[in-house]
């Protein structure tokens, strides 16, 4: 067995949504152990945090700056290989091309940045550096999202006609209702979380998604985003057309004030031969829809599944997939490129879908802003 990869966290501290994710992420398939981190902007809490989950405090730091310089004194078999970026979105940029420049892999949230012109500064940095960059789109890791990926690879649905995805979210929405609550949370910030809120934070999810599953580009985009209050600044759902060639075209439907609802990303991908449709909430079941033969159900973990989704089941089948263990599939591909071992394309997202995704995020404000008109993508 190798020797497990040393991991650093910065953000995700004990009050965080996403932190126990990555942790437990990282856990799943034996390869990462946490020896350092910044879990808060605050140091104190940090270092509740670190002691309540059994992490050294000596290697606790007070910023990502002091994590940076103090792991380059330690010699290179004890210092951190990875850091894992979990904070508010804002910090990616600085913290990644730090991480970069000084020799580091870095496994980041999405959106990896809060502008495109970061996302293509951190590109050129990373091409300096030659080290590994993930980031962390959680959906791309399920079984069936990557079966639907290779099945399409091989023409299962033929020429794509039509695409529509969808990423409603429930757990904003009484905030974004609750006057003093909307003012204070960084997701609504311009400064914190970037220039869209429902786009950036959950309609890129949907951009990744499918593209990770067409293999193809969205080339052109129009957006109508909602508001909703005058005093907050940051769009809360929006719906974009998508142009991906002369005959695809599609839709992303994202909400953050779509009532009742949880957390409902799926997709939908029609072809000439068939379809396929696919929902978060119910990863365990691929669907294949035909005109001429009955609805197929794909399952994971079976031997009629492509190589790279069998690579993400560890268990028989009958024994569900859900979203920690589609995050520790992502981990496990980012391990392997650590080690420079072989794995294969889509085994975790990279800069491309970063940079991507704000291309993606930018566009689509800039198609709203400038009165709901088509707008290219690089
Ligand atoms: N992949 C996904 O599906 C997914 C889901 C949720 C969130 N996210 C992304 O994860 C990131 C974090 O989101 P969240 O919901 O966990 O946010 P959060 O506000 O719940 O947690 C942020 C954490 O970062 C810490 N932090 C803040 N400033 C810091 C600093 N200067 N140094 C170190 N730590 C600091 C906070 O103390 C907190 O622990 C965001 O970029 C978000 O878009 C991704």
Redesign the pocket.
Known sequence: MPKKIKLGI??????????VLHRVAAHINDNYEIVGA????DFE?SLEFAKEIDVPTNRIYK??ETLVEEELKLPKDERIQVCSI????F??FPMAKKLLQNGFHVIC???MTTTYDEAKILQDTLMKAGTVFAV????TGYPMVRQMREMIKEGALGKIYKVDAQYYQGWINTIIHDKEKRSSV?RLDPEKAGISSCMG?IGV?AFNMIEFTTGLQIKSLLCDFNYLYKDNQMDVDGTVLIRMDEHVKGVIRASQVATGEENGLAIAIYGEKGAFRWEQEKPNFLYKLSDTEPLQVYKPGHAYNSELSLDGTKLPPGHPEGIFDAMANIYLGAARAIRGERYNDGEFPTMLDGVRGLNFIESTVASHKQGNVWIDLD
């Open positions: 910065l953000g995700g501290g004990g009050d965080s949504l996403i932190g910044v879990f808060n902007a809490e910023d990502f979990l904070t508010p979105n910090l990616h949230e999405k959106p962390t789109h959680t959906y960084w934070d999810h």
